[in-house]
């Protein structure tokens, strides 16, 4: 297998007072070419710090990067025509008309699209001749996205490319996102949602405090839960029963108290359901509320840092 990415003990460190702050501690990481990545952890976990090594626009304190198969260092200039990103906050001219902004980003690179296929695939075609400043939130995104891709690059970063927008925009990025997936581009995606780095990586990093915690595709990291669904039950009055109780029903893999109620990790919801009603009923407690869903990364996260992914620190 031929990798875009590979690093091997990583380390940032920043001199600060009383303590140095390690962003990144050691992290480890391989990305396929063709692959899309997916970098996932709360803010402060050191996702943007590393992406910002990768690209070459910090250096790292130790470690080796190797970026399609060279390291930074080498041959900087001719590495980056073969890079495309958006950052975290792209600030764009907001005077110039986005052909021009496309057609300037175009200037940067030996070969690469017309402005204006690139235009058509982000879909912005009518909204060539107007200024960046008129546009919304969503099509800037689109358009930092475009600037990225003017370049025909082998590899992609995208760092956090749908925060802040709203949920037609985002869906109107996942597309043009899958569009490069199936184009069999490299695709390297930092994102606070866990539904996005469900829908469009095929394998995803989890990282916290500088360092990978958990590797795999969606299905695998939510398999290493045990339970692939969740019932969450409220009981009336404040009432509790035995945890083992719960543990010892059918299909179910943990419990977990939290928000004021039990959470079950279970493998079979209509196994475990007709049990639990009838322990409730025996121990005389009443239902205040119940739900049921499929595990998601998210629940992933909790059970391997006990905060949820969009926590701050």
């Not at 950052?87 to 980003?105: A, D, I, N």
């Not at 490069?180 to 996005?196: S, V």
């Amino acid at each position: 297998m031929s990798f875009a990415i590979r690093c091997r003990q990583l380390h940032k460190r920043y001199p600060a007072r009383p303590h140095p702050v390690d962003a990144v501690n050691g992290l480890d990481l391989d990305v396929a070419v063709g692959e899309c990545f997916g970098l996932l952890g709360p803010n402060g976990a050191g996702k943007t710090t590393t992406v910002e090594i990768l690209e070459g626009l910090l250096p790292a304190t130790a470690g080796e990067v190797e970026i399609l198969g060279q390291p930074w260092g080498k041959d900087d200039a001719a590495l980056r025509q073969r890079l495309g990103i958006t950052l975290q906050e792209t600030r764009l001219s907001e005077k110039l008309t986005v052909r021009e902004t496309v057609t300037l980003f175009r200037s940067f690179y030996e070969r690469g699209h017309e402005p204006d296929a690139v235009l058509a695939q982000v879909s912005l075609t009518e909204k060539a001749d107007a200024q960046v400043g008129k546009l919304s939130g969503g099509q800037k995104q689109r358009l930092a996205v475009a600037c990225a891709l003017v370049g025909d690059p082998e590899l992609l970063f995208l760092d956090e490319p749908t925060t802040g927008l709203d949920p037609q925009s985002r869906r109107q990025l996942w597309e043009i996102l899958r569009q490069l997936r199936a184009q069999g581009r490299t695709i390297l995606l930092t994102t606070h949602y866990m539904d996005e780095a469900e829908r469009l990586c095929d394998r995803i990093a989890i990282v916290d405090h500088g360092r990978v915690i958990a590797l795999g595709t969606p299905r695998q990291l939510i398999a290493r839960l045990g339970g692939e669904h969740f019932i969450d039950i409220h009981l009336a009055g404040g009432a509790a029963v035995p945890i083992d109780a719960l543990h010892r029903l059918p299909a179910v893999v943990s419990v977990r108290w939290e928000n004021g109620g039990y959470r079950l990790a279970v493998t079979a919801p209509h196994q475990t359901l007709p049990a639990l009603l009838e322990l409730l009923e025996t121990h005389g407690v009443e239902l205040s509320h119940l739900t049921t869903r499929h595990a998601s990364l998210e629940d992933v996260f909790v059970n391997l840092t006990g905060r949820h992914l969009r926590d701050d620190g």
